[in-house]
């Protein structure tokens, strides 16, 4: 056994994880964050994979739940307005489950005091875009890579009438368990939901770490990469061929 659990992060522990998760939380949206219980908000910053989203949306729905998926449209691993990738999303949608915008202020190179004027213009911007491609109302967003700039330190409840997934008061009441890089940042996952000692629980996915079979993360990583290049060189034989074109290779 690694010390990174390269074991936890298959397709079939996750689907255990899911089921021992439903033992003692509720799976809740977070428009419900605010609601008494034991309930866990279950995310996924989608920051390399739709097509692993997809995935991990379609065991949920087999498990009966519902996450809530972040959706980055700055990802340099996938083009949010591209056919394949959109109807990834809508799929991700069709089994019930919700999407929020998954925020990078890099892009803008913004600092983590541009509240106001500077931040709020370019999240309204790109929850416009969200609403209008998938047709679904943006109430949530989650900040990537929140400790370049300190964006942890932006703890308003709602900005730009969205809810912050780091908020004070979801930083407050939910204890917050992260996969990031493809390891637990904080505590193995599968623990705190044996000890289920906890009394709300955030859980921060990344749908790239989570395969078929047992691998390191990079090699994650590169199944993406790999997998996405796989397909743009078939999309490319295949347009030729429909249009009755000479490949030439």
Same mark, same amino acid.
């Given at each position: 056994?690694?010390?990174?659990?390269?074991?936890?992060?298959?397709?079939?522990?996750?689907?255990?994880?899911?089921?021992?998760?439903? @033992?003692?939380? =509720?799976?809740?949206?977070?428009?419900?964050?605010?609601?008494?219980?034991?309930?866990?908000?279950?995310?996924?910053?989608?920051?390399?994979?739709?097509?692993?989203?997809?995935?991990?949306?379609?065991?949920?729905?087999?498990?009966?739940?519902?996450?809530?998926?972040?959706?980055?449209?700055?990802?340099?691993?996938?083009? +949010?307005?591209?056919?394949?990738?959109?109807?990834?999303?809508?799929?991700?949608?069709?089994?019930?489950?919700?999407?929020?915008?998954?925020?990078?202020?890099?892009?803008?190179?913004?600092?983590?005091?541009?509240?106001?004027?500077?931040?709020?213009?370019?999240?309204?911007?790109?929850?416009?875009?969200?609403?209008?491609?998938?047709?679904? @109302?943006?109430?949530?967003?989650?900040?990537?890579?929140?400790? !370049?700039?300190?964006?942890?330190?932006?703890?308003?409840?709602?900005?730009?009438?969205?809810?912050?997934?780091?908020?004070?008061?979801?930083?407050?009441?939910? =204890?917050?368990?992260?996969?990031?890089?493809?390891?637990?940042?904080?505590?193995?996952?599968?623990? !705190?939901?044996?000890?289920?000692?906890?009394?709300?629980?955030?859980?921060? =996915?990344?749908? +790239?770490?989570?395969?078929?079979?047992?691998?390191?993360?990079?090699?994650?990583?590169?199944?993406?990469?790999?997998?996405?290049?796989?397909?743009?060189?078939?999309?490319?034989?295949?347009?030729?061929?429909?249009?009755?074109?000479?490949?030439?290779?």
């Amino acid at each position: 056994m690694s010390k990174y659990y390269f074991e936890d992060f298959t397709e079939d522990n996750y689907r255990f994880l899911i089921k021992l998760c439903k @033992k003692n939380y =509720t799976f809740i949206s977070y428009e419900s964050y605010l609601e008494h219980g034991k309930n866990v908000l279950w995310r996924h910053d989608v920051d390399f994979s739709v097509h692993r989203a997809r995935r991990l949306a379609q065991i949920e729905f087999e498990e009966n739940v519902r996450s809530t998926y972040f959706i980055h449209l700055h990802s340099e691993y996938y083009n +949010v307005l591209e056919v394949d990738i959109a109807k990834c999303i809508n799929e991700i949608i069709g089994y019930g489950h919700f999407i929020g915008l998954h925020f990078d202020p890099q892009f803008y190179s913004l600092k983590n005091d541009s509240m106001g004027e500077g931040l709020i213009p370019y999240l309204e911007l790109e929850k416009n875009i969200l609403e209008k491609v998938f047709d679904r @109302k943006i109430q949530v967003f989650s900040f990537h890579n929140p400790d !370049v700039g300190n964006w942890l330190q932006v703890d308003d409840e709602c900005v730009s009438g969205m809810i912050n997934t780091y908020s004070r008061t979801i930083k407050n009441k939910y =204890t917050y368990c992260s996969d990031s890089n493809g390891y637990w940042r904080f505590k193995r996952l599968e623990n !705190v939901l044996q000890e289920a000692s906890e009394p709300n629980l955030q859980v921060l =996915t990344h749908p +790239v770490w989570w395969v078929p079979e047992i691998m390191s993360p990079r090699e994650r990583v590169s199944r993406a990469i790999d997998g996405r290049a796989r397909k743009q060189h078939e999309r490319y034989d295949t347009s030729l061929a429909e249009m009755g074109r000479v490949n030439v290779k």
